[in-house]
């Protein structure tokens, strides 16, 4: 595979390349605020079309896992970061040792590439998880359920995306398929289940929420409030900043726990902790009751970020550049009381922009975000962000608006 060469080039005034591998909605949404900093950015891209490839000049095409594309890539480029968690050991590997700045480090990474380095990495921090274990064997399958009950969720350490990767397990027979595989990849060596299958004990939660925050190589870090994620079919489709009736303490607690899991993992740039809320404690339940769990990590800009394009002071994609460059991070406080994302999914209607005029006209408030991706259905396609003093208001806003612009209401 060779790089075609629209390599990146350099503005005067000593501005730095940001190169990030992988060419999706993230590496897109990170232009803006690259104009707007001065900063290059150069993205390996899927294709020709894909969503960052359209508005960044330079995109060369390339496989994230062919070390040869990536190393020339790379070597263009002042830093390296990723859009997506899927580049593997080797090709990181190779870059480290051909003295590219990878940031985040492959040290880091690795705990949101590999959901039971993970588990193992938090639990040994002292960080609330959910009960777990690894399962190679039908036996181990079985202990685990003796021990947490039916139904528990089993999760494919690598490669999941948006609940891909996740299944919830109601009886044994449920993780024969699995199991079959993990037997076949645990002697090779190689595959997602690799090492096994992680098992999580089903955590009844009332909520899940996300914190974001930034680390820079220098260590400083900004938190930006803790939100509510809403998950449909395992996919995010709305966001609210902040988290509603979240007790201040709880969020302070939440946040010191994803500010310490970066100091901890070494992360730098933008981290995503996603944690389970778990409500008011039962009755009888000891102090030491934890009020949420951390599910999992990413290590880059996240969906539950996006709001802050239009709600804070400084958006994660503006972050992002800023911490993997190393400079003074921004004001990670929101604008508005409140922000609603609600994600644009793919439906039926091949044609988003005719849908422009309604939506625009009908609330000039609506700020919309589409990413150049063909509609397919569920697709993550776009978002949009309604900011307010209501969040019933910017809720219902949000909504019409995302629902509209996807084909299923039509007024
Ligand atoms: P992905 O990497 O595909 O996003 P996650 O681990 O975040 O996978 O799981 C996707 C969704 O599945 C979560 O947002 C949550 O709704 C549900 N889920 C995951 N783990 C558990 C668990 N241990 N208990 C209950 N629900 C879970």
């Not at 940001?18 to 590496?27: D, K, N, P, S, Y």
């Not at 089993?154 to 199991?179: F, H, I, N």
């Not at 909520?207 to 079919?233: F, H, K, M, N, Y």
């Not at 609210?240 to 740039?269: F, M, N, W």
Request: hydrophobic share 45%.
């Amino acid at each position: 595979m060779t790089v075609p060469a629209n390599a990146p080039v350099r503005a005067p005034g000593g501005f730095p390349v940001v190169g990030v591998i992988g060419g999706g909605q993230l590496a897109r949404m990170m232009q803006a605020p690259a104009i707007a900093l001065g900063v290059q950015l150069s993205v390996l891209a899927e294709a020709v079309d894909a969503s960052a490839a359209l508005v960044v000049p330079s995109a060369p095409v390339g496989d994230h896992a062919d070390l040869e594309a990536v190393c020339r890539f790379a070597a263009a480029c002042d830093v390296v970061t990723f859009d997506h968690e899927h580049v593997p050991a080797d090709v990181l590997a190779a870059l480290v040792s051909a003295g590219v700045m990878l940031q985040p480090s492959p040290e880091a990474l690795v705990f949101a590439q590999d959901k039971l380095a993970m588990r193992r990495k938090l639990t040994e921090l002292g960080v609330p998880c959910p009960e777990w274990v690894v399962a190679q064997t039908a036996e181990e399958a079985s202990g685990f359920a003796a021990r947490v009950g039916f139904p528990f969720i089993a999760k494919t350490p690598r490669g999941g995306y948006d609940g891909k990767g996740v299944q919830v397990v109601r009886q044994l027979s449920d993780l024969e398929a699995w199991l079959g595989a993990a037997a076949t990849q645990v002697q090779a060596g190689t595959g997602a289940l690799r090492d096994g299958i992680l098992l999580e004990e089903m955590v009844p939660f009332v909520r899940e929420l996300a914190v974001l925050v930034a680390r820079s190589p220098s260590g400083q870090a900004a938190a930006w409030p803790v939100v509510q994620t809403i998950q449909t079919d395992g996919i995010c489709t709305d966001v609210c900043a902040p988290a509603p009736g979240l007790d201040p303490e709880v969020a302070a607690a939440a946040t010191r726990t994803a500010l310490q899991i970066a100091g901890e993992l070494g992360v730098t740039g933008v981290l995503a902790v996603e944690m389970f809320d778990l409500g008011v404690p039962p009755k009888g339940a000891g102090g030491d009751h934890p009020a949420y769990l951390v599910n999992e990590l990413a290590m880059r800009p996240h969906n539950s970020g996006h709001w802050t394009i239009d709600g804070a002071v400084t958006s994660q994609f503006e972050q992002h550049l800023r911490a993997v460059l190393d400079l003074p991070l921004g004001d990670p406080r929101p604008h508005a009381a409140w922000t609603v994302m609600a994600n644009v999914l793919g439906g039926d209607y091949p044609e988003l922009y005719p849908a422009y005029r309604h939506v625009m006209a009908r609330d000039p408030g609506v700020k919309v975000h589409m990413y150049g991706k063909g509609v397919r259905p569920g697709r993550k396609l776009g978002h949009v962000n309604v900011s307010g003093s209501s969040l019933e208001d910017c809720q219902a806003r949000a909504r019409h608006a995302a629902d509209y612009l996807r084909g299923i209401i039509d007024e």
